[in-house]
């Protein structure tokens, strides 16, 4: 049932891509997802997708993965497309009905929100699939180091996020077990009205809850146990380092970013 | 020999509860020692490890640590020379990797980088798990949990380990390893052992045992003088040794010696006697 879940899976192929700084990988990807709003020409999303592609294909992981990552938000995708197509007017009407109409720009919208959606999908794919969940974590703390200076817990945060991270899997068995043990004692999770199988969630969520608190507890002692004092005055084990490839990486986004606008100005 | 641990009339009441978890406990840990403290469950023993860690605030008495009154202002030097291995392998495990667990209690000592590395790498390959340095809690046994857990410890070089029921959630095999591990350990470290158990077996390899029954020390002494009290074992909700129960199976039958016998003198002892039948 949980094998289905995309979120932290990685999987590792050492792909150039994989080893770049979790840092570069996780900013150029939201600078990606924020460049592509820019484009608005067949030409631009030509240009974008190929790009993406050449990505997606350095990473050496099978394109299954991609497949797997925009399957369960295909109806989304679908949907609004459709509305997009249905409720843009201007150019030429194909086709009118009520307040229904497609039109010229309505399906040349729809178009470009579909090759958005593709775009972003298939670019955080390659961040999920290509860095460790730990790794994601650390780039997180790392970029979120000059907040420090407004006061906000970064040492804190970072560190709720790599326990949190550590205990998904645990967590998972557990929710599994104890599915199990009540399906033993007669709990039927899989038929029924919607409102029985909503009540039925409540024997697996309630235990769930209370090991949750006493598994915090048992930590926080023995983190206490372990000297830890708070994240100020630590020292890191794992440090992150930037290389020349990371700044190549760079590079070549800031090139994308100049064909990209080119292609906006002359088209 | 000095005592390291030495707690005076120590008692803890829990605030939701009748009855004192602690009560009145006076005793010496001598530097050096295993000492193993048995007591059925709920008999307060891991209370009284929390107590002497400084993780338990307790009402009355004091502990001293290598002649140092436990106190708010200088328990975090004190558990400096404490290592303390928990009863759950998933619950202790902080870190994201086993590397990053080991390490843990290092980056909170604020020690540099690369000393960091070599002891930690020094603490896995001594509990044989240097292999497994890259791999998330997920994909170990409870037994290799346990392992890194004492690499934790070990890394920090404690001058007192100890152990809460650390073996309980193991297999036979499992525990077998930690076990012998621990004796290395030890060896190696000088390292005064405190181990919390209600495994009789366990509490047969140490030097000192301390019986607590609901929050009170009923009795110490050597696991001679401790293992030999079969039926007040038995009273006090424990099990008896196996050398012990072969005893009382014979006792009818053969004059055993009273003195307190492990396994091997057990059967030393019925080779001689079936020798001297014959």
Redesign the interface.
Known sequence: MFSKVLFGRYVPTNSFIHRLDPRAKLVLSFYFIVIIFFANSWLAYAFLGLFTLVVILSTKVKLGFFWDGIKPLIWIILFTVILQMLFSNGGHIYWHWGIFSITQFGLINGGYIFCRFLLIICMSTVLTLTTPPLLIADAVESLMKPLIKIKVPVYEIALMLSIALRFVPTLLDETQKIMNAQRARGVDFSTGSIWKRIKSVIPILIPLFISAFNRADELATAMEARGYRGGEGRSKFRILQWHGKDTAACLVMVVVTIVLVGVRLYS | MTAIISAKSVSYHYPDEKGDALHDLSFDVKQGDWVAVVGHNGSGKSTLA?AI?G?LDFNDGEIFIDGRLIQEDNI?DI??K?G?V?Q?P????????V??DV???????????TE??TK?NEALTMVGMSEFADR???TLSGGQKQRVALA??VA?RPEILILDEATSMLDPEGRETILTLLKQLRQQYHLTVLAITHDIDEAAMADHILLIDDGRLVDQGTPAEILTQGDRLLELGLDVPFGEKVKRALQDELQVPKEYMNSNRMVDWLWQKLNLTK
């Open positions: 929390k860690d993780l975090w558990r400096r404490i303390f928990f759950n998933d619950n202790q495990f902080v870190g994201a990797t590397a990053d390490a843990f209690g290092l980056e909170n000592r604020h020690v540099p980088r960091m590395i930690v998330e809690p997920a934790g410890v920090m």
